[in-house]
């Protein structure tokens, strides 16, 4: 509402924004000196800890593939039995947010919830069933979503795909050329539920000759190297044992080892019996394990204990100061004066959210980016669905919005 109480929109998520996505400006990221990225996973289920994982991990090792200089924090190249697309798992679309300027349009304001991935349009409309006008292909199962005609979010489930044709369990209440989404793709679904990811160690094998036998060297792609030197009969064999070397040898099955590279190191074509090959393949992998377990350092940081002065010397409600212990520290360090949290002493005119998200911004108000001021008298007001209202100050200097508790 403006301030004489007209209504500028009504029934709109105001303060619902897209998901962030960054993976397309990772590489940046990286190069002005970030070592760590966290997944917001909240509340999330496993296939959308699985997807957007393997999206990240996936982008992270195209970058390291062709950037020498930076290197992987541990061990290990993951291998995925699917291929990775954020949208199918949970989407409001996508925004990088702001790591540059100002975006174009960083809202969600039709709903909160995940709309998926945008699949077509409806096409035309038949008594069970209607048709599809689109690139991607639905399936038996699938969960689709709309906004309706008052902009509302409904949804409906597919019973049956025929070509472009779609048949729901329930006729919705659709129009044609409305937009469609897929919130829920039941094959995609299917591949997370099984054992879809694998990381393994990457591994150099060679297998050579001794006076008394063979000699089997691993090395790994940190550099760790184990030698098991066994005794065997040297017997010449009537057909090339190539092949049948490299695969008895390099089945390295549920340790965590991939053999990336096999060395044949022999001066006849030798017979070697595959019950022998197998025991000391093993012998070789377990020690390399116990080899890389000797060999592993955990970096530890140790917190020193400081006196370095606050620079501030009094706190207010947006210190968050709610117990005793995080009230001694700040005194501790040179503060005279700290307030309470918001939740233990709700103070007058307080700002209860500061954000880049601007709705004058988004309304096309905006006269540094728009050129164009609000046709509504100001202060703006949320109101919500219960009549409580927050004031909204506009802080343009700083390219911020804050809500306020009035």
Same mark, same amino acid.
């Given at each position: 509402?403006?301030?004489?109480?007209?209504?500028?929109?009504?029934?709109?998520?105001?303060?619902?924004?897209?998901?962030?996505?960054?993976?397309?400006?990772?590489?940046?990221?990286?190069?002005?000196?970030?070592?760590?990225?966290?997944?917001?996973?909240?509340?999330?289920?496993?296939?959308?800890?699985?997807?957007?994982?393997?999206?990240?991990?996936?982008?992270?090792?195209?970058?390291?593939?062709?950037?020498?200089?930076?290197?992987?924090?541990?061990?290990?190249?993951?291998?995925?039995?699917?291929?990775?697309?954020?949208?199918?798992?949970?989407?409001?679309?996508?925004?990088?947010?702001?790591?540059?300027?100002?975006?174009?349009?960083?809202?969600?304001?039709?709903?909160?919830?995940?709309?998926?991935?945008?699949?077509?349009?409806?096409?035309?409309?038949?008594?069970?069933?209607?048709?599809?006008?689109?690139?991607?292909?639905?399936?038996?199962?699938?969960?689709?979503?709309?906004?309706?005609?008052?902009?509302?979010?409904?949804?409906?489930?597919?019973?049956?795909?025929?070509?472009?044709?779609?048949?729901?369990?329930?006729?919705?209440?659709?129009?044609?050329?409305?937009?469609?989404?897929?919130?829920?793709?039941?094959?995609?679904?299917?591949? +997370?539920?099984?054992?879809?990811? /694998?990381?393994?160690?990457?591994? @150099?094998? %060679?297998?050579? &000759? !001794?006076?008394?036998?063979?000699?089997?060297?691993?090395?790994?792609?940190?550099?760790?190297?184990?030698?098991?030197?066994?005794?065997?009969?040297?017997?010449?064999?009537?057909?090339?044992?190539?092949?049948?070397?490299?695969?008895?040898?390099?089945?390295?099955?549920?340790?965590?080892?991939?053999?990336?590279?096999?060395?044949?190191?022999?001066?006849?074509?030798?017979?070697?019996?595959?019950?022998?090959?197998?025991?000391?393949?093993?012998?070789?992998?377990?020690?390399?394990?116990?080899?890389?377990?000797?060999?592993?350092?955990?970096?530890?940081?140790?917190?020193?204990?400081?006196?370095?002065?606050?620079?501030?010397?009094?706190?207010?409600?947006?210190?968050?100061?709610?117990?005793?212990?995080?009230?001694?520290?700040? +005194?501790?360090?040179?503060?005279? /004066?700290?307030?309470?949290?918001? @939740?233990? %002493?709700?103070? &007058? !005119?307080?700002?209860?959210?500061?954000?880049?998200?601007?709705?004058?911004?988004?309304?096309?108000?905006?006269?540094?980016?728009?050129?164009?001021?609000?046709?509504?008298?100001?202060?703006?007001?949320?109101?919500?669905?219960?009549?409580?209202?927050?004031?909204?100050?506009?802080?343009?200097?700083?390219?911020?919005?804050?809500?306020?508790?009035?």
């Amino acid at each position: 509402m403006d301030a004489e109480g007209k209504t500028i929109v009504r029934n709109k998520h105001l303060l619902s924004l897209k998901d962030m996505n960054r993976i397309e400006i990772l590489e940046e990221l990286i190069e002005a000196g970030v070592t760590s990225f966290k997944i917001e996973g909240r509340l999330k289920d496993v296939s959308y800890v699985k997807n957007i994982t393997a999206a990240y991990r996936s982008r992270l090792d195209e970058i390291l593939q062709r950037r020498p200089e930076y290197r992987r924090a541990s061990s290990g190249v993951s291998q995925y039995a699917f291929t990775p697309q954020p949208d199918k798992s949970f989407s409001r679309g996508f925004t990088p947010y702001l790591p540059d300027q100002k975006p174009h349009d960083i809202t969600s304001f039709d709903t909160p919830k995940s709309l998926g991935e945008e699949m077509g349009s409806v096409k035309e409309i038949r008594r069970n069933h209607f048709t599809v006008a689109g690139v991607k292909s639905f399936h038996n199962g699938d969960g689709v979503c709309y906004l309706n005609e008052k902009g509302v979010m409904k949804g409906f489930r597919i019973n049956r795909v025929e070509e472009n044709k779609i048949y729901p369990a329930e006729m919705p209440d659709i129009t044609p050329r409305t937009r469609l989404y897929r919130n829920f793709d039941q094959e995609f679904e299917r591949q +997370l539920l099984r054992k879809s990811a /694998e990381r393994k160690i990457r591994v @150099e094998m %060679e297998l050579s &000759e !001794n006076p008394h036998g063979y000699n089997l060297s691993l090395k790994d792609e940190d550099h760790i190297r184990v030698s098991i030197n066994f005794p065997a009969p040297k017997e010449i064999a009537r057909t090339s044992q190539t092949e049948q070397l490299k695969k008895q040898l390099t089945k390295l099955g549920n340790t965590p080892f991939q053999v990336t590279h096999f060395t044949l190191k022999l001066s006849e074509n030798y017979f070697i019996p595959a019950s022998l090959l197998t025991e000391y393949r093993r012998q070789a992998a377990d020690k390399l394990l116990q080899n890389r377990k000797i060999n592993y350092r955990q970096q530890l940081h140790k917190i020193q204990e400081s006196s370095h002065p606050y620079p501030e010397n009094k706190l207010t409600y947006l210190g968050n100061v709610r117990n005793p212990e995080a009230k001694r520290f700040y +005194l501790q360090h040179g503060v005279h /004066e700290v307030s309470p949290a918001f @939740e233990e %002493e709700t103070p &007058e !005119n307080s700002v209860l959210m500061f954000c880049k998200h601007c709705i004058r911004y988004s309304m096309g108000w905006c006269n540094r980016y728009h050129q164009q001021s609000s046709p509504y008298p100001e202060p703006f007001y949320l109101v919500t669905s219960d009549n409580r209202r927050f004031r909204l100050e506009f802080d343009c200097k700083k390219c911020e919005m804050r809500v306020t508790n009035p």
